[in-house]
Nanobody
C-alpha cells in the first residue's frame, strides 16, 4: 500500500506559474511510474491525463493541451514527483491528482493504468 499526498495547488494568474508536488509514503516510489491527471469541476467532466514519467525518470509524456507549458519531474531520493505549470490558462482549472503505477510498469495514459491515487489538489487559474 502506498499513500500519495499532493500539495501546491491554489490560485494562479494566467501566464504565471505554479508547482504541484506529490509525496509518496514508501520506498517503492523509486520503481513506480508516476502521472498527473486532472478533473475539471464541471458536472460530467471525466478525469483526463496530463503528464507521466517513467520510474527511471528517463521518459516523459504529456497531453497535447499542456505540452510545452507543463513539466513533470521526480526526485527519487525524496520520494516526490512534481508538476511545474508554466503559463497556465483558465482552462487548466481543475482538481489535480497524482497517481503511481504497478512496480516497474511503463507509464500509461489512462486512469486504469495506475494503482494508487492521491486525494487531489485544486488549481484555479484566473484570467
Amino acid at each position: 500500500q502506498e499513500q500519495l499526498v499532493e500539495s501546491g495547488g491554489g490560485l494562479a494568474q494566467a501566464g504565471g506559474s505554479l508547482r504541484l508536488s506529490c509525496a509518496a509514503s514508501g520506498r517503492t516510489f523509486t520503481t513506480r511510474a508516476m502521472a498527473w491527471f486532472r478533473q475539471a469541476p464541471v458536472p460530467g467532466k471525466e478525469r483526463e491525463f496530463v503528464a507521466a514519467i517513467s520510474w527511471t525518470g528517463t521518459n516523459t509524456y504529456y497531453a497535447d493541451s499542456v505540452k510545452g507549458r507543463f513539466t513533470i519531474s521526480r526526485e527519487n531520493a525524496k520520494f516526490t514527483a512534481h508538476l511545474q505549470m508554466n503559463n497556465p490558462k483558465p482552462e487548466d482549472t481543475a482538481d489535480y491528482y497524482c497517481a503511481s503505477a504497478k512496480l516497474f510498469d511503463d507509464p500509461g495514459l489512462c486512469p486504469y493504468d495506475y494503482t494508487y491515487w492521491g486525494q487531489g489538489t485544486r488549481v484555479t487559474v484566473s484570467s
